[in-house]
């Protein structure tokens, strides 16, 4: 099996930054596409950034120029340096990973993290 955790996650002010993390762990292969989500509550699911293992990346209009996505890949992590935060960046976010596990990473999982809450006071 697959495993993502999150960390980083707090209380911050406007305007200012936060470093979030994602490791994961397990019988893995190999991980192909990675992305972070953000839920704000009472609101849809959204997807904020993604990185392929070839390192190209996507964002999310409300994010662009903000956030940066980044990962190891030998490692298995993936960060997100959130920048400039605004009080609607405010979110519990979770780390998503397209992960191949098992012998000669036989099994596929979408594996998702548990989640790490984002305050951004005004």
């Known amino acids: 099996q697959v495993t993502l955790v999150e960390s980083g996650g707090g209380l911050v002010q406007a305007g200012g930054s936060l470093r979030l993390s994602c490791a994961a762990s397990?019988?893995?292969?190999?991980?192909?596409?990675m992305a972070w989500y953000r839920q704000a509550s009472g609101k849809e699911r959204e997807l904020v950034a993604t990185i392929t293992v070839d390192f190209r990346t996507t964002y999310a209009d409300s994010v662009k120029g903000r956030f940066l996505i980044m990962r190891d890949i030998s490692e298995h992590t993936m960060d997100l340096q959130m920048n400039n935060l605004k009080p609607e960046d405010t979110a519990v976010y979770h780390c998503?990973?397209?992960?191949?596990?098992?012998?000669?990473?036989?099994?596929?999982?979408?594996?998702w993290g548990q989640g790490t809450q984002v305050t951004v006071s005004s």
């Open positions: 397990g019988d893995i292969f190999r991980i192909n596409n």
């Open positions: 998503n990973a397209e992960a191949y596990w098992g012998t000669l990473g036989s099994k596929y999982l979408l594996a």
